[in-house]
């Protein structure tokens, strides 16, 4: 994907599902540290609110916690905070896929290259510095668990398809 920086914005705004959107934040991170990592798949799960997502080091699997993303879909005014919310999800995630393990060092990156590429102003930038609540209403990150929370019942885990659309590409 090529993209300037000025087109990041408008074209992750017309993004509608998970790969769209990744491939923006590959872009991004390609563009502006020249790392990239191929063969990356997203599962959906309940998770704790004060868990976006996570990755496990060494693994291939960047797990986003659905309970939260279906909280941002209900209360997001329009497809640009929903693809905002994703995109730093994603993107932090990804950071932490290419070795970045400390958390700190990934948060400065992340605010950093959503600043650059998106403008201090986008959703995405301001859910970097100040927490997803400083942009979308009614997201708590510390509200009370509920039952299946606090006991760590598990879910349903779905696997995102065609997710890291650069991974397949060689088998075709």
């Known amino acids: 994907m090529n993209l300037s920086s000025n087109d990041v914005p408008l074209s992750l705004d017309r ?3 998970f790969a769209c959107v990744f491939e923006h934040v590959k872009a ?3 563009d502006n540290l020249g790392l990239s990592r191929a063969g990356l798949m997203l599962g959906l799960t ?6 976006g997502g996570f990755h496990g080091v060494g693994g291939n699997l960047i797990v986003m916690n659905r309970k939260l993303l279906d909280m941002v879909v209900r209360s997001a005014e329009d497809r640009r905070q929903i693809n905002a919310y994703v995109f730093y999800i994603l993107l932090h995630e990804y950071l ?8 700190a060092h990934v948060r ?4 950093q290259l959503c600043e650059k590429t998106l403008g201090v102003d986008h959703p995405a930038t301001h859910m970097a510095k ?3 609540g400083a942009i ?3 997201i708590e990150a510390h509200e009370h668990l509920d039952r ?4 760590g019942i598990p879910r349903d885990f779905e696997i995102v398809s065609d997710f890291d659309r650069e991974a397949s590409r060689w088998f075709v």
Do not use: I, N, T, W
Not at 46 to 51: A, F, G, I, T, Y
Not at 96 to 103: C, I, K, M, T, Y
Not at 108 to 111: E, K, R
Not at 148 to 151: D, K, N, R, Y
């Open 108 to 111: 400065q990156l992340s605010v």
């Open 130 to 132: 100040y927490g997803v």
């Open 28 to 30: 991004v991170v390609k």
């Open 15 to 17: 993004c509608m599902d």
């Open 96 to 103: 932490h896929a290419l070795g970045f393990l400390s958390e």
């Open 46 to 51: 309940d998770l704790p609110r004060q868990v």
């Open 136 to 138: 979308l209403r009614g």
């Open 148 to 151: 299946e929370e606090e006991f």
